[in-house]
């Protein structure tokens, strides 16, 4: 399985501002995912990243409040954009070989939202 | 709608057996999933099924019955270390994941 890293690990940041996380992968995958994961809850994605073109949201996120990039089989990012208290969660970025196979997940990065 | 049910909590004694059901409504199938989610850590792969039966891997099995909507992971020999939550997630025929809202599992010694 890949070897996935995530940036920062966690953060405390002030309402309005904006965060931008990293995930890196170890070798090239096709499928890169972010979730959220409010405490206690289960995993909700965000959207999937793609490679070269813009990222597909789910139902309830939009682009203007998490702009993803994703510039290589590599690499993406997750910007959380005019924080507020209630976007305090864990954020994780997963990947996977393809649509069907199992996904595998990041470390997550803590984020608090004062 | 799409909807993943398993039990809230669970608690089990050292050294015995413990099965976490999972059933499932949704639109389409393409496989179901079981990960392992410590406290404070990622979720972890843990086994997948897309036919009948009965996968054994280890100490871990999963078990699948499509016509029922039916999964159950079974887990046994516990040890301290199998406290975690469990999730189950089924891909629908969008090979999109519908993940439910995890069994949090307590063992006592």
């Known amino acids: 399985s890949a070897v996935i890293s995530q940036k920062p690990s966690r953060d405390i940041c002030q309402r309005g501002t904006s965060l931008t996380i990293q995930c890196q992968v170890d070798?090239?995958?096709?499928?890169m995912f972010w979730y959220r994961q409010q405490p206690g809850q289960s995993l909700t994605l965000i959207a999937t990243a793609n490679q070269g073109s813009e990222a597909t949201y789910e139902s309830g996120f939009v682009i203007d409040k998490f702009p993803i990039s994703r510039p290589n089989l590599t690499f993406s990012t997750l910007t959380v954009s005019n924080m507020s208290p209630e976007d305090s969660s864990i954020y994780l970025c997963s990947v996977s070989a393809s649509d069907y196979n199992e996904q595998f997940f990041g470390p997550g990065t803590r984020l608090t939202v004062l | 709608g799409q909807n993943i049910d398993q039990p809230t909590e669970m608690t089990a004694t050292e050294g015995a057996i413990v099965q976490i059901n999972c059933t499932y409504q949704t639109s389409g199938f393409n496989g179901l999933f079981w990960y392992q989610q410590h406290a404070g850590e990622a979720p972890t792969f843990l086994s997948y099924n897309v036919l009948d039966g009965l996968e054994e891997k280890g100490r871990f099995s999963s078990f699948l019955s499509r016509s029922k909507g039916y999964s159950y992971l079974l887990l046994k020999e516990l040890q301290m270390k199998d406290s975690a939550s469990y999730l189950c997630a089924v891909m629908d025929s969008n090979y999109q994941l519908i993940w439910g809202a995890g069994t949090k599992l307590i063992i006592k010694p």
């Open positions: 070798s090239q995958v096709t499928m």
